[in-house]
């Protein structure tokens, strides 16, 4: 370890570079957004952007979507130090995507227009099933949204030199703030070129750094796993020097509970996806069918080459920062990226990719808000409240009202939560949109017999049964590790319920379904068929 | 039929539908689709719990080596990146081939013009 990286544990590069570059990314997203929002005349474009992104856009957009600070500062931290199981979970992350790809994109672009629940609620009773269908949307963002606005706090600390509870609060406020200019002026248009250019960013970035380390090692992959294997053995931080960090189970391997919650996770992940609201509603941002298929092809290139260089970085982080550097850093294993990037880099290096770091959060939470707030607005108040007797305009007007209140929450939750161990949420909302969504989802596209109490019992079931089992897990009690580590109620032995609740979602559709005499309207039913298959009758894109 | 008159065709009624449903074409286009997406679906899901099971309960195995410090593990992990690449590949190729040319027969057949 030499001693330019023993310093940087202490005080990472230069906070205002850091900041410099992150003023200069919100700059110019800032006036991107306040130009296309210009456009945003009416709800379909400030819903899905007029359906008038082109495939390749769309995908990219999508990766920005997806690779959140989690997945990039996780993933990388987690190979860093657990090695191969930090692995694992990207495999599960990129693997998803094909269920995306193959059962559900195309079809949802055909059906429906502003977000999940006109999928659902298409051939079913509309007020229950698009309000069950609006609570498990915004639960799942608000889990997503508030493990970003509490992830913000320790990368405050981390690139900004900024360790007091008050000043991390006001960072926390001043990225919501901002995240709520960006959804009023640039809707689900400005929102989309935001994530565009982040994307290109924290690829070309995270390319960049995987091009420095493999040159490092004279372009030996092996080399940099031996490296990485001798700096985790010669760790002096409890624990981590007995890791084998190139075979699984650094993490995962000590007991059968842990094993299975890993089986758990992962069957969370690879179902999880295609049941994310905030990845759905990007597939109404395209003109057609074709177009969804392309954007998803373009994700998961993009996706797959993504965590193909975060192999690269969270071993190379390991090899070149080294755990112990890593873990007493303020981010602990968030800041393997980071580290690694001013260890290759210097300070520019570091600004670039704090800057990107942070350009993740802002624009995830954003894309999560406009995705809630349609949600209740088009879902809830337009619908279920109100019965349809609203113009779309309305509708525009209430999501906007809701995208205020969510930021608000999404600060206040996020101030709260800084730095409490929250990671699990995220791995919990891709739980709960495997449960509660996806079911619902594939019986609506593909079983004719499908009817609104499956569809009921699906959702209401997995949701419920994801969010209790969590509370009784040892993720909220009972451990060292816990959310609340001083109370133990916890009764359900994994942390992750996807095990469980998953296939208890998928069962209960098929007995709600079966259990009622209801077969559905048959007209409905045709008509969703053959619109979902041949896009007859889908949404127009308003402008080209 | 004058091409401009397309546009003012009325919307499909739930005649149309129920006809199209019914109709051999459709069924075609829907059990090609079923019969790609269905068991390349319970392919990779099973390749990647196969994959999981090892990770979680096969240590020793994923940890031997093949080259240098290159593992089974290692390799299988990377293996799942080639087949989802593979996959999405292939299903490309069949989409545009198989249901794409189909489902533009059967949009004009129900007088459905994309703008």
Redesign the interface.
């Known amino acids: 370890m030499n001693h330019v990286t023993l310093l940087a544990a202490e005080k990472l590069g230069n906070p205002a570079v850091n900041i410099g570059i992150f003023v200069a990314f919100v700059v110019i997203t800032l006036f991107i957004v306040i130009r296309v929002g210009r456009r945003n005349t009416n709800a379909a474009e400030y819903f899905t952007g007029g359906h008038a992104f082109t495939g390749p856009q769309n995908g990219i957009a999508i990766a920005g979507d997806y690779l959140s600070a989690a997945s990039f500062l996780g993933i990388a931290g987690a190979i860093a130090v657990y090695g191969y199981d930090g692995f694992l979970y990207s495999i599960g992350f990129l693997v998803a995507w094909l269920v995306a790809l193959l059962l559900v994109a195309e079809l949802l672009r055909n059906t429906g227009k502003y977000t999940m629940a006109d999928v659902l609620s298409f051939r079913l009773k509309q007020k229950p099933v698009r309000l069950a269908a609006a609570t498990s949307t915004m639960t799942v963002s608000l889990f997503y949204l508030l493990a970003q606005m509490a992830g913000a706090g320790g990368l405050v600390a981390l690139l900004l030199d900024i360790h007091g509870r008050a000043a991390q609060s006001l960072v926390i406020a001043v990225v919501g703030v901002l995240m709520i200019v960006y959804v009023l002026i640039g809707g689900m248009t400005g929102t989309t070129w935001v994530q565009i250019i982040k994307a290109v960013l924290l690829i070309t970035g995270a390319a960049f750094m995987t091009i420095l380390v493999l040159a490092k090692f004279g372009l030996n992959f092996s080399d940099i796993l031996g490296s990485a294997q001798e700096m985790v053995s010669k760790a002096t931080t409890k624990g981590v020097s007995s890791r084998d960090v190139l075979a699984p189970g650094a993490k995962y391997g000590t007991t059968t509970t842990s094993k299975i919650d890993l089986l758990s996770l992962g069957i969370a992940l690879v179902l999880g996806t295609a049941g994310l609201p905030h990845v759905l509603m990007r597939f109404y941002t395209v003109p057609t069918a074709k177009e969804a298929r392309r954007s998803v092809v373009w994700a998961i290139a993009l996706i797959g080459a993504f965590y193909l260089f975060t192999l690269v970085l969270g071993y190379g982080a390991a090899a070149l920062v080294g755990p112990d550097t890593i873990l007493k850093a303020p981010g602990k294993e968030n800041s393997a990226a980071p580290l690694l990037a001013f260890e290759l880099g210097g300070t520019i290096l570091l600004g670039i990719i704090s800057a990107v770091a942070f350009a993740t959060i802002l624009a995830v939470v954003a894309g999560l808000t406009i995705t809630a707030s349609a949600s209740f607005a088009h879902d809830v108040y337009a619908s279920v409240l109100k019965s349809h007797k609203v113009t779309e305009d309305e509708q525009v007007r209430v999501s906007r009202i809701t995208a205020v209140v969510l930021g608000v929450a999404a600060i206040g939750l996020g101030i709260l939560a800084n730095g409490q161990n929250v990671a699990f949420l995220v791995a919990l909302a891709f739980a709960v949109a495997a449960s509660a969504n996806l079911p619902t989802i594939i019986y609506s596209l593909y079983w004719r017999r499908f009817n609104t109490r499956g569809a009921l019992w699906s959702m209401y079931g997995g949701l419920i049964s994801c969010i209790v089992l969590i509370i009784f897990s040892p993720a909220v009690s009972g451990a060292k590790t816990s959310m609340i580590p001083d109370a133990d109620f916890h009764w359900f032995p994994l942390s992750n319920p996807g095990i469980v609740s998953i296939p208890l979602a998928f069962i209960l559709g098929i007995i709600g379904t079966l259990s009622s005499r209801d077969t559905g309207d048959p007209v409905l039913n045709a008509e969703m068929e053959v619109r979902s298959l041949t896009g007859v009758g889908a949404e127009q894109a308003t402008h080209h | 039929m004058s091409t401009t008159d397309i546009h003012h065709e009325p919307?499909?009624s739930?005649a149309d539908?129920?006809a199209?449903?019914a109709s051999p074409e459709?069924a075609e286009?829907?059990s090609r689709?079923?019969r790609?997406?269905f068991p390349?679906?319970a392919f990779?899901?099973i390749w990647?719990?196969t994959?999981?099971?090892?990770?979680?309960?096969a240590?020793d195995f994923?940890?031997t080596k093949v080259?240098?410090?290159?593992?089974v593990?290692?390799l299988l992990?990377l293996g799942?990146?080639v087949t989802?690449?593979l996959?999405?590949g292939l299903?490309?190729r069949f989409?545009n081939r198989e249901l794409?040319p189909r489902?533009a027969k059967?949009?004009a057949e129900?007088h459905?013009v994309?703008?």
């Open positions: 919307p499909p739930g539908y129920l199209m449903q459709f286009l829907r689709l079923r790609f997406v390349t679906t990779f899901l990647y719990a994959y999981v099971l090892l990770g979680a309960f240590h994923m940890a080259w240098g410090n290159i593992n593990g290692l992990g799942q990146f989802t690449f996959i999405t299903y490309i989409a794409d489902a059967l949009r129900m459905w994309e703008q």
